[in-house]
Each structure stands twice: as C-alpha cells, then as structure tokens.
C-alpha cells in the first residue's frame, strides 16, 4: 500500500509539473501581453518595458519558468489585477466559500442517492424501481440554470421562505444557503443513484449473492455484508468525480445566486484577464482533480483487496 501511494504521489507531482509547464506557456509566453494586461492598454511601450525589467521578463524563457515555479509553490502567485490584492488574500476565502458549499451538497446528495440506488437495484424491474429511475432520468436532464429559476419562483416569490440570494453580507447564514444546496442536489442526485443502482443490480445477479441466498443467509446480512461492498466500488469513482465538479463546475449556481465561491472566482479572473489569479485557480483546480483521483484509487484497493494497481 505505501509503495502504491507513493507511485501516486510522484504522478500527482509530475502531473502538476506537466500541467504548470503548459500554463505558463500559455499565459505568459509572450511578455509584453502580460505587461499589457497588468498596466492597460493604454499604457507606453516604455511603461510596459520597465515593468517588464522590473518583474524579471526580460530573463531567459527557463529561467522565468523556474522562477515562477518557485514562486508558487511558496505561496507567491501575484497581485490580482481585478481585486488589487494578493491573489492568495482573495482566493482562499473563496475556496472555503464553495468547500462549505460542497460538504452541505454532499451531505445531503450521497444519502439520499445511495438509499435510493441501493433500493432501486435489489428491486430491479420493480414500480419503485421504475420511480426512482425516471425521477433520476428527469432531474439530472434539467440544467442548474433551470433548476434554480424553478427553486426560486417556488421558494422566494411563492413561498417566500427563504432568501433570493447567497451573498452572506451580513456573515455566515445557513439559510442562504438552501437554495444552491438544492439545485446542486437535485441535478447531481440522479446521476449517483443510476450508478449506484446499475453496481446494485449486477452485484445481485452475481453467483455469490445467489449462493448465500440459497443457504439460508438473512437477507439484511446479504445485502449489507456481502452485496453492498462490492456496489460501492462504482459509485466510489463516481462520488470522487463530483469533487472536481464542485470545485469549478458550479460556476452557474454560484453566480446565479451571487455566492462568493471558487467557481465564480474563475469566471471573474477570465471575464477580466486577471492572469494570475487564473494561473493559481488552475493549478489548485487540477492539485484537487489529481489528489481526488488518487484517493479514488485508495479507495479501490479497501472496498475490494483483490484490485491493485501497477
């Protein structure tokens, strides 16, 4: 096991090492856009040239690169050119913002997706079966966007129970968070529940399944015992995926009810070339895809000892 996540480990290093390469190629390859974004467009060629000498571009291409590696990975990444501050003071803030925002989605989805895979597939072909399934089918075929203008006709002009937005303002509050919990669940549920179901129902058809069924075992100790370990191996890779979805993909909910979150980040340093603000947002994206992945890997290995991987 320690060997196997060491090798993890190393693809999870050269993999940021590959991925930082390409970055900083592609957004700071050419110097003098870079002085352009950071000082305007309507600043002087002379302007441009001593900030240029000032931060070092004028040094070789390798040179740069070593040296703004080693800049972030002790925590340097700039100045936001949107924000006007450290990109480290306004990007952690917003990466707990959607860290609380993810937990309460999960909290809530995994739950409620797991009972109703687990139910759906012991009981293949069944009217429950059938319920949860087209339910699934519908609310994961409905976009965010969609989504939440239905949650919010019901909830804030109908009902009028809960807040029209997630600004927090005033500070932390839970309610204000219902709403993108909501949306977020009701898209993402359907999807963990017809993998859950779909692992569910080939376990059970299994020879083994079968076999303690014929020798009298409870039927709780079946399921529970023998069937549901071996279930979880796909919905596993499938929940660990989610993380990465919740890390940059909820961008529309999050600006949709104007929630300061890491997805509404992204869009506010592309929409505004903030080049690096973007460059730390894309590098703590793929640091989370990678380390997600190879927990997904982890968990392979303790839901079914006989998996192991090169």
């Not at 072909?125 to 939440?148: H, N």
């Not at 692992?199 to 709780?220: C, D, N």
């Not at 549901?228 to 949709?256: C, D, Y």
Request: proline share 5%; hydrophobic share 55%; glycine share 6%.
């Amino acid at each position: 096991m320690l060997i196997f996540a060491g090798k993890r480990i190393a693809a999870l290093v050269l993999t940021m090492v590959v991925v930082s390469i390409l970055l900083f190629l592609a957004l700071e390859f050419t110097p003098g856009d870079v002085a352009t974004k950071v000082l305007g467009p309507y600043s002087s060629p002379e302007q441009r040239q001593l900030w240029l000498e000032a931060h070092g571009y004028n040094a070789p291409l390798v040179q740069r690169y070593f040296s703004w590696a080693a800049n972030f990975a002790t925590g340097d990444w700039g100045q936001s050119l949107r924000f006007k501050v450290p990109v480290s003071e306004i990007l952690w803030p917003r990466l707990g913002n959607t860290a609380i925002l993810g937990l309460a989605t999960f909290a809530v989805m995994i739950p409620l997706s797991m009972v109703l895979g687990i139910l759906s597939g012991m009981k293949e072909g069944s009217k429950l079966d059938r319920s949860i399934s087209v339910t699934s089918i519908i609310t994961t075929s409905i976009p965010e966007f969609a989504s939440a203008v239905f949650v919010v006709a019901i909830f804030v002009f109908w009902l009028k129970l809960l807040p029209g937005t997630s600004t927090m303002t005033n500070g932390f509050d839970p309610l204000q968070l219902i709403m993108p919990v909501l949306v977020l669940v009701i898209y993402d549920f359907g999807y963990v529940t017809r993998m859950t179901r779909a692992s569910m129902a080939e376990v059970m058809t299994t020879q083994y399944i079968r076999t303690a069924i014929l020798k009298g075992v409870p039927w709780s100790t079946v399921v529970l015992k023998h069937a549901l370990r071996n279930a979880l191996i796909a919905p596993f890779t499938v929940i660990m995926l989610q993380v990465n979805w919740l890390l940059s993909g909820v961008i529309v909910v999050e600006f949709f009810f104007a929630y300061k979150g890491f997805g509404a980040l992204i869009l506010e340093a592309a929409l505004n070339k903030d080049i690096f603000l973007l460059e730390a947002c894309t590098m703590i994206t793929v640091f989370v895809a990678v380390a997600s992945q190879m927990i997904a890997d982890l968990g392979y290995t303790y839901l079914n000892p006989r998996i192991r991987f090169a």
